[in-house]
């Protein structure tokens, strides 16, 4: 494939507001829950994505690819500890995030007992998904139109950075395990397996989230947030035909070329560095007002 781009690794912090897990989106309280339940798989996927690829970093010969598989464990440990922090606001109101990421880091270990070529290619898998659901977010973004600037920010910048890496772990597992029949079977057996334990476990998780918040039982919920994914605008039936792809025997990620959204990273970024701006003025002024009230006494 002609088209390569390079990752930018970009250490950015958000200080999520805690008290607005729950809320940040406008769009009611199963849209947020949707969002806030792709946030307990990360931390623990990412940490396995980057050892999937760290497996095979002595075998990668591309000098370029070895740098961008370095940006890419980069991008991926900032997510980590960027949905740490998100998942800890969600701790903060009540949600049972430790109980089911334990659930998710069993799995993975259980994943890891496998041969490091079906961790690679379930990684390739799962990268092909979250690139698949970042490309459904940022072309439609009316779906965080009107959320909290931060929350919207950190699911922007996740999906610009899942966008421009995209490619990376595939091309890591075409140059150490070829584009013949058995690399095509594994990674396509791979795909079909990793969807399947994904949403086995996403669809609980989401009922329990919202049992947990008081929007199971909401009929009107769950119509809104059908409507969001299947009805109009549909992002989730649009993107089945992209997602699909991946079974072509001559597929790569940059065959969807949405190249021109990674043009809004700058502008982003630089909006992020207001809100870490924001909090340093924040602990400033903390620090500040007791230490002139001791001086005051």
């Known amino acids: 494939m002609s088209i390569n781009v390079d990752p930018i690794r970009r250490n950015v912090k958000f200080g999520l507001p805690q008290d607005k897990a729950l809320t940040w989106n406008d769009e009611g309280l199963h849209v947020t829950q949707f969002f806030n339940t792709l946030s307990i798989f990360f931390p623990a996927g990412e940490r396995f994505f980057i050892q999937s690829v760290r497996n095979y970093r002595d075998e990668i010969t591309d000098p370029h690819l070895k740098e961008q598989i370095s940006a890419f464990i980069g991008q991926e440990g900032f ?11 969600l701790i903060a109101a009540g949600m049972p995030i430790g109980t089911l ?4 880091v069993k799995l993975l270990e259980a994943v890891k007992k496998s041969p490091r070529s079906f961790q690679l290619a379930a990684t390739v898998a799962l990268e092909h998904l979250t690139a698949v659901l970042g490309d459904m977010l940022l072309s439609n973004p ?4 009107n959320a909290d600037e931060r929350y919207a920010a950190i699911w922007k910048w996740h999906a610009i950075e899942e966008t421009e890496h995209k490619a990376v772990c595939f091309d890591a597992y075409e140059q150490v395990l070829g584009k013949g029949v058995n690399a095509y079977v594994q990674r396509t057996a791979a795909f079909v397996i990793a969807n399947a334990l994904f949403w086995s476990l996403f669809l609980p998780f989401y009922a329990v989230m919202l049992g947990r918040s008081g929007g199971l039982t909401s009929l009107r ?6 409507n969001v994914l299947f009805g ?22 940059w065959m969807h070329d949405n190249r021109q959204f990674l043009e809004t990273a700058q502008a982003l970024t630089d909006k992020i560095a207001t809100f870490q701006a924001q909090a340093q ?7 500040a007002v007791p230490a002139k009230r ?3 006494h």
């Open 232 to 253: 109009k605008p549909g992002v989730m039936r649009r993107v089945l035909p992209d997602w699909a792809d991946f079974f072509r025997p001559g597929f790569h990620p």
């Open 101 to 104: 990421d334990t659930i998710v």
């Open 221 to 226: 919920g769950w119509l809104k947030v059908g």
């Open 79 to 89: 997510h980590t500890r960027e949905h740490e922090a998100y998942n800890a606001a």
């Open 281 to 287: 003025a924040q602990v400033a002024v903390a620090v």
């Open 142 to 145: 009316e779906l965080l139109q």
């Open 294 to 296: 001791a001086v005051n």
